[in-house]
């Protein structure tokens, strides 16, 4: 089966920028939208940002003017870009895609944001 492979997880400061990939394992594997979702301690996993395959994108509140979706269709590959981190986007990010019905999710990157 298709495994994801996150990177760019970090330890920032407040207000610096990250960057996570997320990658499938096997070439050529196409996906019809993927999102990112976070799940901070004690919280529930929650939709952050998700990009459909008509590239209509979609962010929870908090997001919105500081995080961007992006897929790189040539290497299948899902992006997030974070700037203006907060401590409270802290947690661990999980890359999610549905490819022909199936949901697939990656086993997560850590982000911590220190004031």
């Known amino acids: 089966q298709v495994q994801l492979v996150e990177s760019g997880g970090g330890l920032v400061q407040a207000g610096e920028s990250l960057r996570l990939s997320c990658t499938p394992s096997e070439s050529g594997f196409s996906f019809a939208f993927g999102d990112w979702n976070r799940q901070a301690p004690g919280q529930q996993r929650e939709l952050v940002a998700r990009?459909?395959?008509?590239?209509?994108?979609y962010y929870v509140d908090s997001a919105k003017g500081r995080f961007t979706i992006s897929r790189d269709n040539a290497r299948n590959t899902l992006y997030l870009q974070m700037s203006s981190l907060k401590p409270e986007d802290a947690g661990v990010y999980y890359c999610?895609?549905?490819?022909?019905?199936?949901?697939?999710w990656g086993k997560g990157t850590l982000v911590t944001v220190s004031s």
């Open positions: 990009i459909t395959n008509g590239d209509s994108t």
């Open positions: 999610h895609i549905r490819s022909l019905g199936v949901d697939i």
